[in-house]
């Protein structure tokens, strides 16, 4: 089974979250209470997808977060790159030279697992926090 981890569901669910809540800027505590997401978890996710300018900061009493680009703009993929930095499921499709593992030149999966995986990230490309936030 394809899983995708904590830390990009929780990171989804926060965009979501944002997104839905655009008009106001968003504590992680709401977020974290009304998501039901751990808050030192969520936290350090935040802060990862700051870095990456998909949400920005308020500073001071009021502060939160709002999104660092419109949601129309943002999709999946942007999400999964910058809290796990690639968007593959096997390790082989992330090598330069493809052979990651022993087994790699002798592989008979590779080639329809490569078809699979462009298949997930061209959903992954294409699904936009607007998307999940009117779903």
Do not use: W
């Not at 593992?101 to 298949?119: A, G, H, W």
């Amino acid at each position: 089974m394809i899983k995708l981890s904590k830390k990009i569901e929780y990171g989804i669910l926060a965009l979501q979250y944002i997104a839905v809540h655009s008009d106001k800027i968003v504590s992680a505590k709401e977020i974290s209470e009304q998501m039901g997401i751990p808050y030192e978890f969520l936290s350090k996710t935040l802060q990862q997808l700051m870095k990456k300018g998909l949400i920005v900061s308020q500073h001071g009493i009021k502060g939160g977060y709002i999104l660092g680009k419109n949601a129309n703009d943002m999709t999946v993929k942007d999400i999964i790159i910058a809290l796990e930095g690639k968007a593959s499921f096997l390790d082989c499709f992330v090598s330069s030279n493809g052979l990651i593992c022993d087994r790699s030149p002798n592989c008979t999966i590779k080639d329809p697992m490569e078809k699979l995986q462009s298949k997930v990230m061209q959903v992954f490309n294409t699904t936009t926090i607007a998307e999940i936030a009117t779903i």
